[in-house]
């Protein structure tokens, strides 16, 4: 039985971090965002190196992974830089998570190669990394004293992109997200102008992705459309930006994932994703990605897969606060019409992230998920959607940890049956 002083507590807890949400929103709000400029489809990527030629840099880093490098997807840009008279190295050391330790080591090949500015070239990860060690050697400081919101007084070295994943949106947010291994934690920097200057958004880049990545990074892409429309943020931009993004990739998702050469559908997600990112950006996230940043933290999950997987569980919870909401997004995903009563619209939703899932592989359980730490998660989500995010209902610790125990495997969940947790129920970090 719930003590009604527990629900009292929760009540005033809620009403006061809405009001403060709300008010930071509106200071949001007020934020001049820089948006990229945008080069779109086959053979952008070289277009990319072209348009940075005429920009005078000295010698350009390209932040990047070994695959990426090995397949050799940066062959169009690092030509159309050495036609065009300008220099460049390449790091192609990070790794999934951005890990700390790879970024000082990119921050130090900045230095000792004399670069003057940086293209961020690869999924979310090297998106990332490429933006902290931009803000960390403008600013002469530690990748972690950069974490939080405008660290940084300098601005960062001037900063292109080319994703070469439909996903994170990383090519036009605010955001670096990066891990700390010692600590098992995921690390948020926040600065307006991380945007970078110029993104490229080429297809063809992505045409060999393995379908797996293709399903998660997609599902990331739909979690920051759906967290930022439902979220006390958004605005009538934003809902724009994230209605155009579900409706791409319920379109174009499932025909990425069993085709991988159409270059229609990839270019569609490519938009999808950017159009995601310029939403969420501004309107931010909430409970979903809260879950996902403790369990790439804890697991090393990938971030797109956690999203998928904790996404029908946690909109199942705020349902009740934004069904109507929901009931606009189930139209724009055809999987409803207008007319429908709110309530079934909404339901429709949901189920159809649950099929869409089933059609792209991705399990409703997350294998590495361990009973033992599920309080300890639960609580440390809580704790940064409280503090960061604009979510449409707040939850407490343990409503949070039946939400994660939802999706840990059965193998698990016998394993640790009997057991006691040692974290105090509603325990806070």
Not at 276 to 285: D, I, M, P, Q, S
Not at 385 to 401: F, G, I, K, L, Q
Request: hydrophobic residues 45%.
């Amino acid at each position: 039985m719930i003590e009604m002083p527990s629900v009292v507590g929760d009540v005033m807890r809620s009403v006061g971090l809405s009001t403060a949400m709300r008010a930071a929103g509106v200071v949001t709000g007020l934020l001049p965002i820089p948006q990229p400029v945008l080069l779109v489809g086959p053979g952008s990527s070289k277009r990319l190196g072209e348009a940075i030629c005429g920009f005078g840099h000295r010698k350009v880093l390209i932040v990047t992974d070994r695959v990426v490098a090995e397949m050799g997807l940066p062959n169009a840009l690092t030509k159309a830089l050495a036609k065009g008279g300008t220099r460049h190295v390449v790091f192609d050391a990070i790794t999934p998570d951005a890990p700390i330790p790879l970024i000082e080591k990119g921050i130090a090949f900045y230095g000792k190669q004399g670069c003057d500015a940086i293209v961020a070239f690869g999924g979310g990860s090297p998106m990332d990394a490429a933006k902290t060690i931009a803000l960390a050697v403008a600013n002469k400081k530690h990748p972690r004293k950069l974490v939080g919101y405008f660290k940084g007084l300098s601005s960062p070295a001037p900063i292109y992109a080319v994703p070469t994943t439909a996903g994170t949106g990383s090519e036009v947010t605010v955001a670096a997200v990066i891990s700390d291994p010692e600590n098992q934690k995921k690390l948020t920097i926040v600065d307006t102008r991380l945007v970078p200057a110029m993104a490229a958004l080429d297809p063809s880049l992505m045409v060999r992705l393995p379908p797996h990545v293709t399903a998660a990074t997609g599902m990331d892409a739909l979690t920051h459309a759906i967290e930022a429309f439902i979220g006390q943020w958004s605005t009538a931009y934003t809902d724009r930006m994230a209605l155009a993004a579900v409706g791409l990739i319920y379109d174009n998702l499932r025909t990425a994932y069993r085709n991988g050469t159409n270059l229609a559908a990839r270019e569609q997600m490519s938009l999808a994703a950017a159009y995601a990112g310029l939403a969420f950006t501004r309107a931010n996230v909430g409970y979903v990605h809260a879950i996902a940043h403790q369990l790439g933290g804890k697991y090393h999950t990938p971030h797109g897969l956690a999203n998928a997987i904790m996404l029908p569980p946690v909109l199942k919870f705020l349902a009740p606060a934004v069904t109507k909401r929901l009931a606009v997004l189930a139209v724009r995903a055809k999987v409803g019409k207008e007319g429908e009563r709110p309530v079934v619209l909404a339901n429709k939703f949901l189920e159809s992230i649950r099929k869409l899932n089933r059609d792209l592989g991705i399990p409703p359980q997350l294998d590495a998920l361990r009973e033992k730490d599920i309080r300890e998660l639960a609580s440390a989500a809580c704790w940064e959607a409280d503090t960061n995010y604009p979510v449409p209902r707040y939850m407490s610790a343990d409503t949070c940890a039946d939400l994660i125990h939802q999706v840990l495997p059965a193998a698990a969940r016998r394993a640790g049956r009997g057991a006691k947790s040692t974290a105090p129920r509603g325990s806070r970090p």
